[in-house]
């Protein structure tokens, strides 16, 4: 049986299989939202055959997580995951993070810092967290790590898209 974690939102707990597919409220919410809004994202839809499939889950402190196969078709210089491949994945992950919480929004600004190699034939952890919502702008940070070692991060703003409801105006009586 798979680790198992509590995940309060709100005033709901939740219960999700850590890194297995599952349907909690954060997923469905991300599911929808994925379909909704960005079903054909390169990234994380599972539909793209050449897609990266991305696949993330709610973890116990509310960050999106995933593994994520460094094939050698995502190769640049020999060995070495492809920068570009490298900052899709963490924008990505950042996106899908939003998406968990229930919000849609769209990269306004990305600072990827690369601080060593990423391996191909090798899995890394993908990872990213809310660091500040002040709706319309939404900050988060995401990481990629192989071997236990950090091997890229990225900061970045999200925005709202005009057109969209604003999650932080909905009013709970």
Not at 67 to 76: I, K, N, P, Q, V
Not at 89 to 103: V, W, Y
Not at 109 to 120: E, K
Request: proline share 5%; with cysteine; aromatic share 4%.
């Amino acid at each position: 049986m798979a680790p198992t974690a509590a995940i309060t939102m709100g005033m709901n707990t939740t219960t999700i299989t850590t890194m297995a597919a599952t349907t909690t409220p954060a997923t469905t919410t991300m599911t929808d939202l994925r379909t909704q809004h960005h079903s054909r994202c390169i990234v994380c839809s599972p539909d793209i055959a050449d897609g990266l499939r991305l696949q993330l889950v709610l973890d116990d402190q509310g960050a999106a997580a995933g593994d994520f196969a460094c094939d050698a078709r995502y190769g640049g210089y020999p060995g070495m995951m492809h920068g570009g491949i490298i900052a899709a994945l963490l924008d990505g992950a950042m996106t899908n993070c939003l998406f968990l919480h229930g919000i849609t929004a769209v990269t306004a600004q990305l600072v990827v810092h690369f601080r060593h190699p990423v391996l191909l034939n090798t899995t890394a952890q993908v990872r990213a967290w809310i660091t500040q919502q002040d709706s319309p702008v939404f900050r988060l940070q995401a990481q990629l790590r192989q071997q236990q070692v950090v091997k890229a991060t990225a900061k970045a703003a999200f925005m709202l898209p005009r057109g969209m409801p604003d999650p932080a105006m909905e009013v709970h009586l």
